[in-house]
């Protein structure tokens, strides 16, 4: 993955610098992300399987769709980008509802790696089949169906499959408005 640079923003989201990502990560600046998460007609929701040579969480389950804010990029133009990169589907701002803005704080020691984020969280009410996704070359791994049911009962199997900041209470504010969206 290329080393690029990023917004790094202060504890109001407030751009205040740039850095290049490796030490963003490293020194654990906070800068911005988005997730997109992908509903199903049955309200499924649709994860995607990280790739083996991410540099945080390789092969664990994450958002549909998900990155880097790149510096001069708002929340909303980077979750659209990152869907047309990350499953080849082609979406509009309109097309995107906001759940939640989060702060989180996710450490991955072995790795030598902290991300502070503020995380924008978007959903998608996808209509196409599962195969119809398109992997992303060299970062993701596939596609994978699992009901919301499931994720929010903390179902044993599935939690050790899952990025770990998708279930530590900073993110309890995404599951809350996902259930309100997709009245669960």
């Known amino acids: 993955m290329a080393d690029t640079y990023l917004s790094v923003v202060d504890t109001d989201d407030v751009v205040i610098g740039r850095q290049l990502r490796s030490i963003i990560h490293r020194e654990g600046l906070r800068h911005r992300e988005v997730h997109v998460w992908f509903a199903t007609k049955k309200n499924e929701l649709i994860f995607q399987r990280r790739g083996p040579h991410k540099d945080t969480y390789p092969e664990c389950l994450d958002a549909t769709a998900g990155g880097h804010v790149e510096e001069g990029q708002d ?6 980008a990152e869907v047309s990169e990350e499953t080849g589907v082609h979406v509009s701002r309109h097309m995107l509802t906001p759940l939640a803005k ?5 450490e ?4 030598h790696v902290v991300n502070r984020v503020y995380r924008m969280v978007y959903l998608y009410r996808y209509t196409g089949e599962l195969a119809d996704l398109q992997v992303e070359q060299g970062d993701g791994g596939g596609f ?8 929010l009962a903390k179902r ?15 993110y309890a504010p995404v599951w809350k408005s996902m259930r309100d969206v997709l009245r669960v």
């Open 156 to 170: 044993g199997d599935l939690i050790n499959q899952l990025v770990p900041g998708l279930l530590e209470p900073a």
């Open 102 to 106: 989060v702060d989180i704080l996710q």
């Open 144 to 151: 994978l169906v699992i009901p919301l049911a499931d994720v």
């Open 75 to 80: 929340y909303m133009k980077a979750a659209v």
């Open 108 to 111: 991955d020691p072995p790795r």
